[in-house]
């Protein structure tokens, strides 16, 4: 009783997604072909990128609901300051640093400041807001140099160059959390931050580390976003955050910190992402996909708090 | 009504490949202590866990008062009257002693509290039960035996019958463990009856009726507690003839250097100046009450908290470790006095427990190196008498005296200069404590030089070189400890005599 929990807790979502990638193969004709598949992976390469550093955040214990704020204002710095001579690289690094710094200060004001992250990411997320209305002049930034898209677009082995970076985002993630120092660390402060100060953990830089990963994979995700859709317009939308909240719980990492994994998340995406290929494919209504998605979350959360209770 | 109050028959319990309780026949009078003992992973948690409803048993059967109950878990155990007090305590520690009582059994009108009403309940139960404590005192702010009271009249107060105390004393000083005793007994002989697990055989045969020794999940005995004796207990827990408690006390050489030295050190509010030195080889403890300011000096010597004044001196160079890591940099290390809340991180494996201060010590070419870790960490767990399927397992899936191993484990990975261990036998059985005093011994003997605090007035006389005794905060004397006595240390830790051979 109690192990079948435990394993349908550790591995329940990965049949689940099996589950549904067999069942919309059967019952959904448009479902399994290759352009489909190829669109479901290029149009979650940025919620998949944002959301493997968000998994590090919160597997060290924190949450970063800036991550929405920093996606929107990244490629508007970008643009503002490229002006006329537009460049695909110029602006993919541009964006990357404001997320960088972004994610810095998320970090010192909840490593140094010892304030709650959500609460602390919640305000520097309006801040953040404030500025893309700022930079922009609240009006949407156009790219002209349409060969832009190139960076976002380009097929390598028939999948597009934002898919790849997805994929190395995901390597360099799994690398990080997995096989270095810091990895440990993420999750010993997520853990027990006493036991890991006492350890020698520095855990105030694992915090500030942490976080500026997440800014800066939401800098990159958003740059990415702007070359491909060619545009960039301030917003105070949070939706990113709730996709990537949502896979990262869907694919069974605790928010309680200390315990999940990369794939875990990659699952999650997919999941989620199938979900609504699925209800796209046969026309339900977005309202009731929204629905869906909702319950999907409460039960991944509903599932963690239970195995948390059935643990002495 | 005669028959026992609880009744276990062939009771079995596995966890995955660990067959933690297997086959366990126990009968427990009503009104009676009845004692657990057994060495480290001898299952006797499970079966407190098993009683009180918080796990339930693969197969076996169990009768309250002769009749069949089944427990799906602790509320349902509370509702026929049996509960568990484990040993981190689960009271909310910001609020008051009579809130913490009655918490989901307040006497209400609608959603008002009546807090007379619950004043009244309080003193009836008080007086019913011979337990005194303040009802308005913040429960946080009470000491351990005081917030035990308090689980207990909680329990009491939910109509308990049968309390199941695991481990109740581990972390408890001497005259509060009286404290204690005195309370089960006094409940005891009003009709409740107490199942309670703990490593200090002769508290457990001065307080228990019966006494039940467990190994590797089975019984092995249940006797009247006045038929054992300290040594019929431990060679019936080890299943071999006891050898002596502690390892011979090997003296550091005359010349050895110090490592350590403390001078004037004050932390305001904590400790003041206080002055001492550890050599070579030398095995120091720091003694003296609960609440004596050790386990603060012992931080501030880590990094783990600051000072306001003083000085220290490690190998005749100036000290001033600003965090743990500086500490671990100048090859201090730490064991810390609690292992669930300070020391580990209880969802990771053993592996990464072990390894996680010294991780550069298993990466190859910047990357973690899980061979190199797992190898290393398997060899240092042998050494410090892990016992686990495999380095790979949970630490939370080992027993206590066994999660307390792998912090020692830890201090293994390199050779420190200066260890320093909070209690480093807490929850740990006889065999094992044996184990953990010839590895420190043994580390001494090395050269390292160690610091143990201790409220352990055996472990510290029979361990120490030299002991140091705290009282509020300051060094009050320092003795030879081979010539020291219980006597004189608790003279010292009591703020007595002020005359021992004047500190160093
Ligand atoms: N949740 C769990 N998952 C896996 N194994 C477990 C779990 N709980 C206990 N065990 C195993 O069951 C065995 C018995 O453990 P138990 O905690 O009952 O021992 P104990 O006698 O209380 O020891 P100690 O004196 O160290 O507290 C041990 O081998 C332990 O590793
Ligand atoms: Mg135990």
New interface residues.
């Given amino acids: 009783?109690?192990k079948v929990g435990a394993y349908a807790r550790n591995y329940g979502i990965v049949w689940a997604a099996l589950l549904l990638f067999l069942l919309l193969a059967i019952t959904t004709p448009a479902f399994l072909t290759v352009d489909n598949l190829r669109n479901i992976m290029d149009q979650q390469a940025v919620t998949l990128i944002v959301a493997v550093f968000a998994t590090i955040v919160l597997i060290s214990g924190g949450f970063d609901v800036s991550l929405s704020a920093v996606y929107i204002l990244a490629p508007l710095v970008a643009l503002r300051m490229m002006e006329s001579n537009q460049s695909g690289w110029i602006l993919m690094l541009v964006g990357t640093a404001v997320g960088v710094l972004c994610g810095l200060l998320n970090g010192f004001v909840v490593a140094k400041g010892r304030i709650n992250a959500f609460i602390a990411t919640l305000a520097t997320s309006l801040i953040i807001f404030g500025l893309a209305y700022l930079v922009s002049g609240g009006s949407i930034l156009r790219i002209t140099n349409v060969d832009m898209r190139a960076i976002a677009t380009t097929k390598i082995l028939g999948i597009t160059s934002a898919t790849w970076i997805a994929v190395v985002c995901v390597v360099v993630a799994m690398?990080l959390l997995?096989?270095?120092?810091f990895g440990?660390y993420v999750?010993?402060v997520g853990?027990?931050r006493?036991?890991?100060?006492?350890?020698?953990?520095?855990v105030d830089r694992v915090v500030i580390w942490a976080f500026t990963l997440a800014g800066l994979s939401a800098g990159l995700a958003g740059s990415l976003n702007a070359a491909r859709t060619l545009t960039a317009q301030a917003s105070d939308d949070f939706g990113l955050v709730f996709t990537v909240i949502a896979a990262v719980v869907v694919g069974g990492t605790s928010i309680a910190g200390?315990?999940g994994a990369i794939w875990r998340t990659v699952v999650g995406v997919f999941f989620i992402a199938l979900l609504g290929n699925g209800f796209n494919l046969n026309g339900i209504d977005p309202i009731v996909q929204r629905i869906v998605q909702g319950l999907v979350i409460l039960a991944a959360v509903g599932a963690d708090a239970w195995s948390r209770s059935q643990?002495? | 009504m005669s028959g026992p109050h609880l009744s276990c028959r062939g009771l079995s319990k596995r966890y995955g490949a660990t067959q933690a309780l297997a086959e366990v026949d126990l009968d427990v009078e009503r009104g009676s202590i009845h004692a657990l003992v057994g060495e480290n992973g001898a299952g006797k948690s499970t079966l407190g866990k098993i009683i009180a409803g918080v796990v339930q048993p693969d197969s076996g059967s169990m009768e309250l008062s002769g009749r069949p109950v089944h427990f799906g878990s602790p509320r349902q155990a509370l509702e026929a009257g049996v509960t568990i007090i484990a040993q981190e305590l689960s009271l909310v520690p910001e609020r008051s002693v009579l809130e913490n009582v009655f918490l989901g059994i307040e006497s209400s009108r609608g959603p008002w509290v009546l807090r007379q009403a619950l004043r009244r309940r309080f003193t009836e139960l008080t007086d019913s039960v011979g337990i005194y404590v303040d009802p308005t005192a913040i429960v946080g702010r009470l000491g351990v035996s005081d917030q035990q009271k308090v689980e207990i009249l909680r329990a009491l107060a939910r109509k308990a019958e049968l309390i199941v105390m695991d481990e109740p004393t581990a972390r408890l000083s001497k005259s509060e463990t009286h404290a204690l005793a005195a309370t089960m007994t006094a409940l005891a002989g009003r009709g409740t009856t107490f199942v309670f697990v703990s490593h200090f055989l002769d508290e457990v045969r001065g307080l228990a009726d019966t006494i039940t020794i467990m190994r590797d999940s089975r019984v092995v005995r249940t006797a009247p507690s006045a038929d054992e004796t300290h040594d019929s207990l431990i060679v019936a827990m080890t299943g071999r003839p006891l050898d002596m408690t502690f390892p011979f006390k090997i003296p550091p050489a005359p010349d050895a250097p110090v490592v350590l030295d403390v001078s004037g050190l004050t932390s305001a509010g904590r400790f003041a100046d206080v002055s001492f030195s550890v050599r070579k080889g030398e095995i120091v403890a720091l003694a003296g009450l609960v609440g004596a300011g050790r386990s603060d000096v012992a931080h501030a010597i880590y990094g783990a908290s600051s000072v306001d004044s003083g000085t220290m001196r490690i190998n005749d160079a100036e000290y001033r470790p600003s965090s743990p890591r500086s500490g671990l940099r100048a090859g201090v290390a730490l064991i810390p006095e609690s292992r669930k809340d300070q020391g580990l991180i209880l969802d990771r494996p053993v592996s990464d427990n072990v390894t996680l201060p010294y991780l550069r010590d298993v990466e190859r070419f910047g990357l973690i190196s899980v061979r190199a870790e797992d190898e290393v960490a398997e060899d240092r767990s042998a050494r410090a008498g892990v016992k686990t399927s495999s380095v790979e397992a949970n630490v939370r899936t080992l027993s206590g005296g066994n999660q307390q191993k792998v912090l020692f484990a830890r201090t293994l990975m390199r050779q420190p200069v200066l260890l320093v261990a909070d209690e480093p036998t807490r929850g740990v059985d006889v065999g094992a404590k044996r184990a953990i005093y010839d590895l420190i011994v043994d580390l001494a003997a090395q050269g390292m030089a160690v610091l143990v605090v201790s409220s352990e007035l055996e472990e510290v006389l029979g361990l120490a070189h030299r002991v140091v005794v705290m009282h509020e905060g300051r060094v009050v004397a320092s003795l030879d400890g081979f010539v020291a006595t219980e006597e004189s240390i608790m003279q010292a830790a009591f703020g007595l005599s002020g005359n021992g051979e004047s500190s160093a």
């Fill in positions: 009783m109690n690398i997995e096989r270095t120092r440990r999750f010993a853990g027990n006493e036991s890991a100060r006492l350890a020698g953990v520095p200390g315990s643990r002495e």
